[in-house]
């Protein structure tokens, strides 16, 4: 009932920037927060940003100072721009959306984008 698309990904030297964007679709009306969590091969999901519907945000502590989310409530879109990159940001990145209605909670996930950095 949720979709999320992300585009942005791709091939990037360190110190370089990337634009993630992620569109929602289906039910969003109820969407109160949505973000990003990135996977490297081996390694766990881990939280990349999030930000509430009234802008409200969180960071994961390695990318704090470089990334920054923003949103646009009015597209159901938000977006990471990344600068500063570092190889060890290379990673499957996941959008993330909470839906909460009333007591109820539900989540959803985009497919990822790839976003290599290379040396």
């Known amino acids: 009932q949720v979709q999320l698309v992300e585009s942005g990904g791709g091939l990037v030297q360190a110190g370089g920037s990337l634009r993630l964007s992620c569109a929602a679709s289906?039910?969003?009306?109820?969407?109160?927060?949505m973000g990003w969590y990135r996977q490297a091969p081996g390694k766990e999901r881990e939280l990349v940003a999030v930000i509430t519907r009234d802008g409200g945000t969180r960071y994961g502590e390695s990318v704090k100072g470089r990334f920054t989310i923003s949103r646009d409530n009015a597209k159901n879109t938000i977006y990471l721009q990344m600068n500063s990159l570092k190889p060890e940001d290379t990673a499957v990145y996941y959008c993330?959306?909470?839906?909460?209605?009333?007591?109820?909670?539900?989540?959803?996930w985009g497919q990822g984008t790839q976003v290599t950095v290379s040396s």
């Open positions: 993330n959306a909470k839906r909460t209605v009333v007591i109820s909670t539900s989540e959803y």
């Open positions: 289906g039910w969003t009306a109820s969407i109160n927060a």
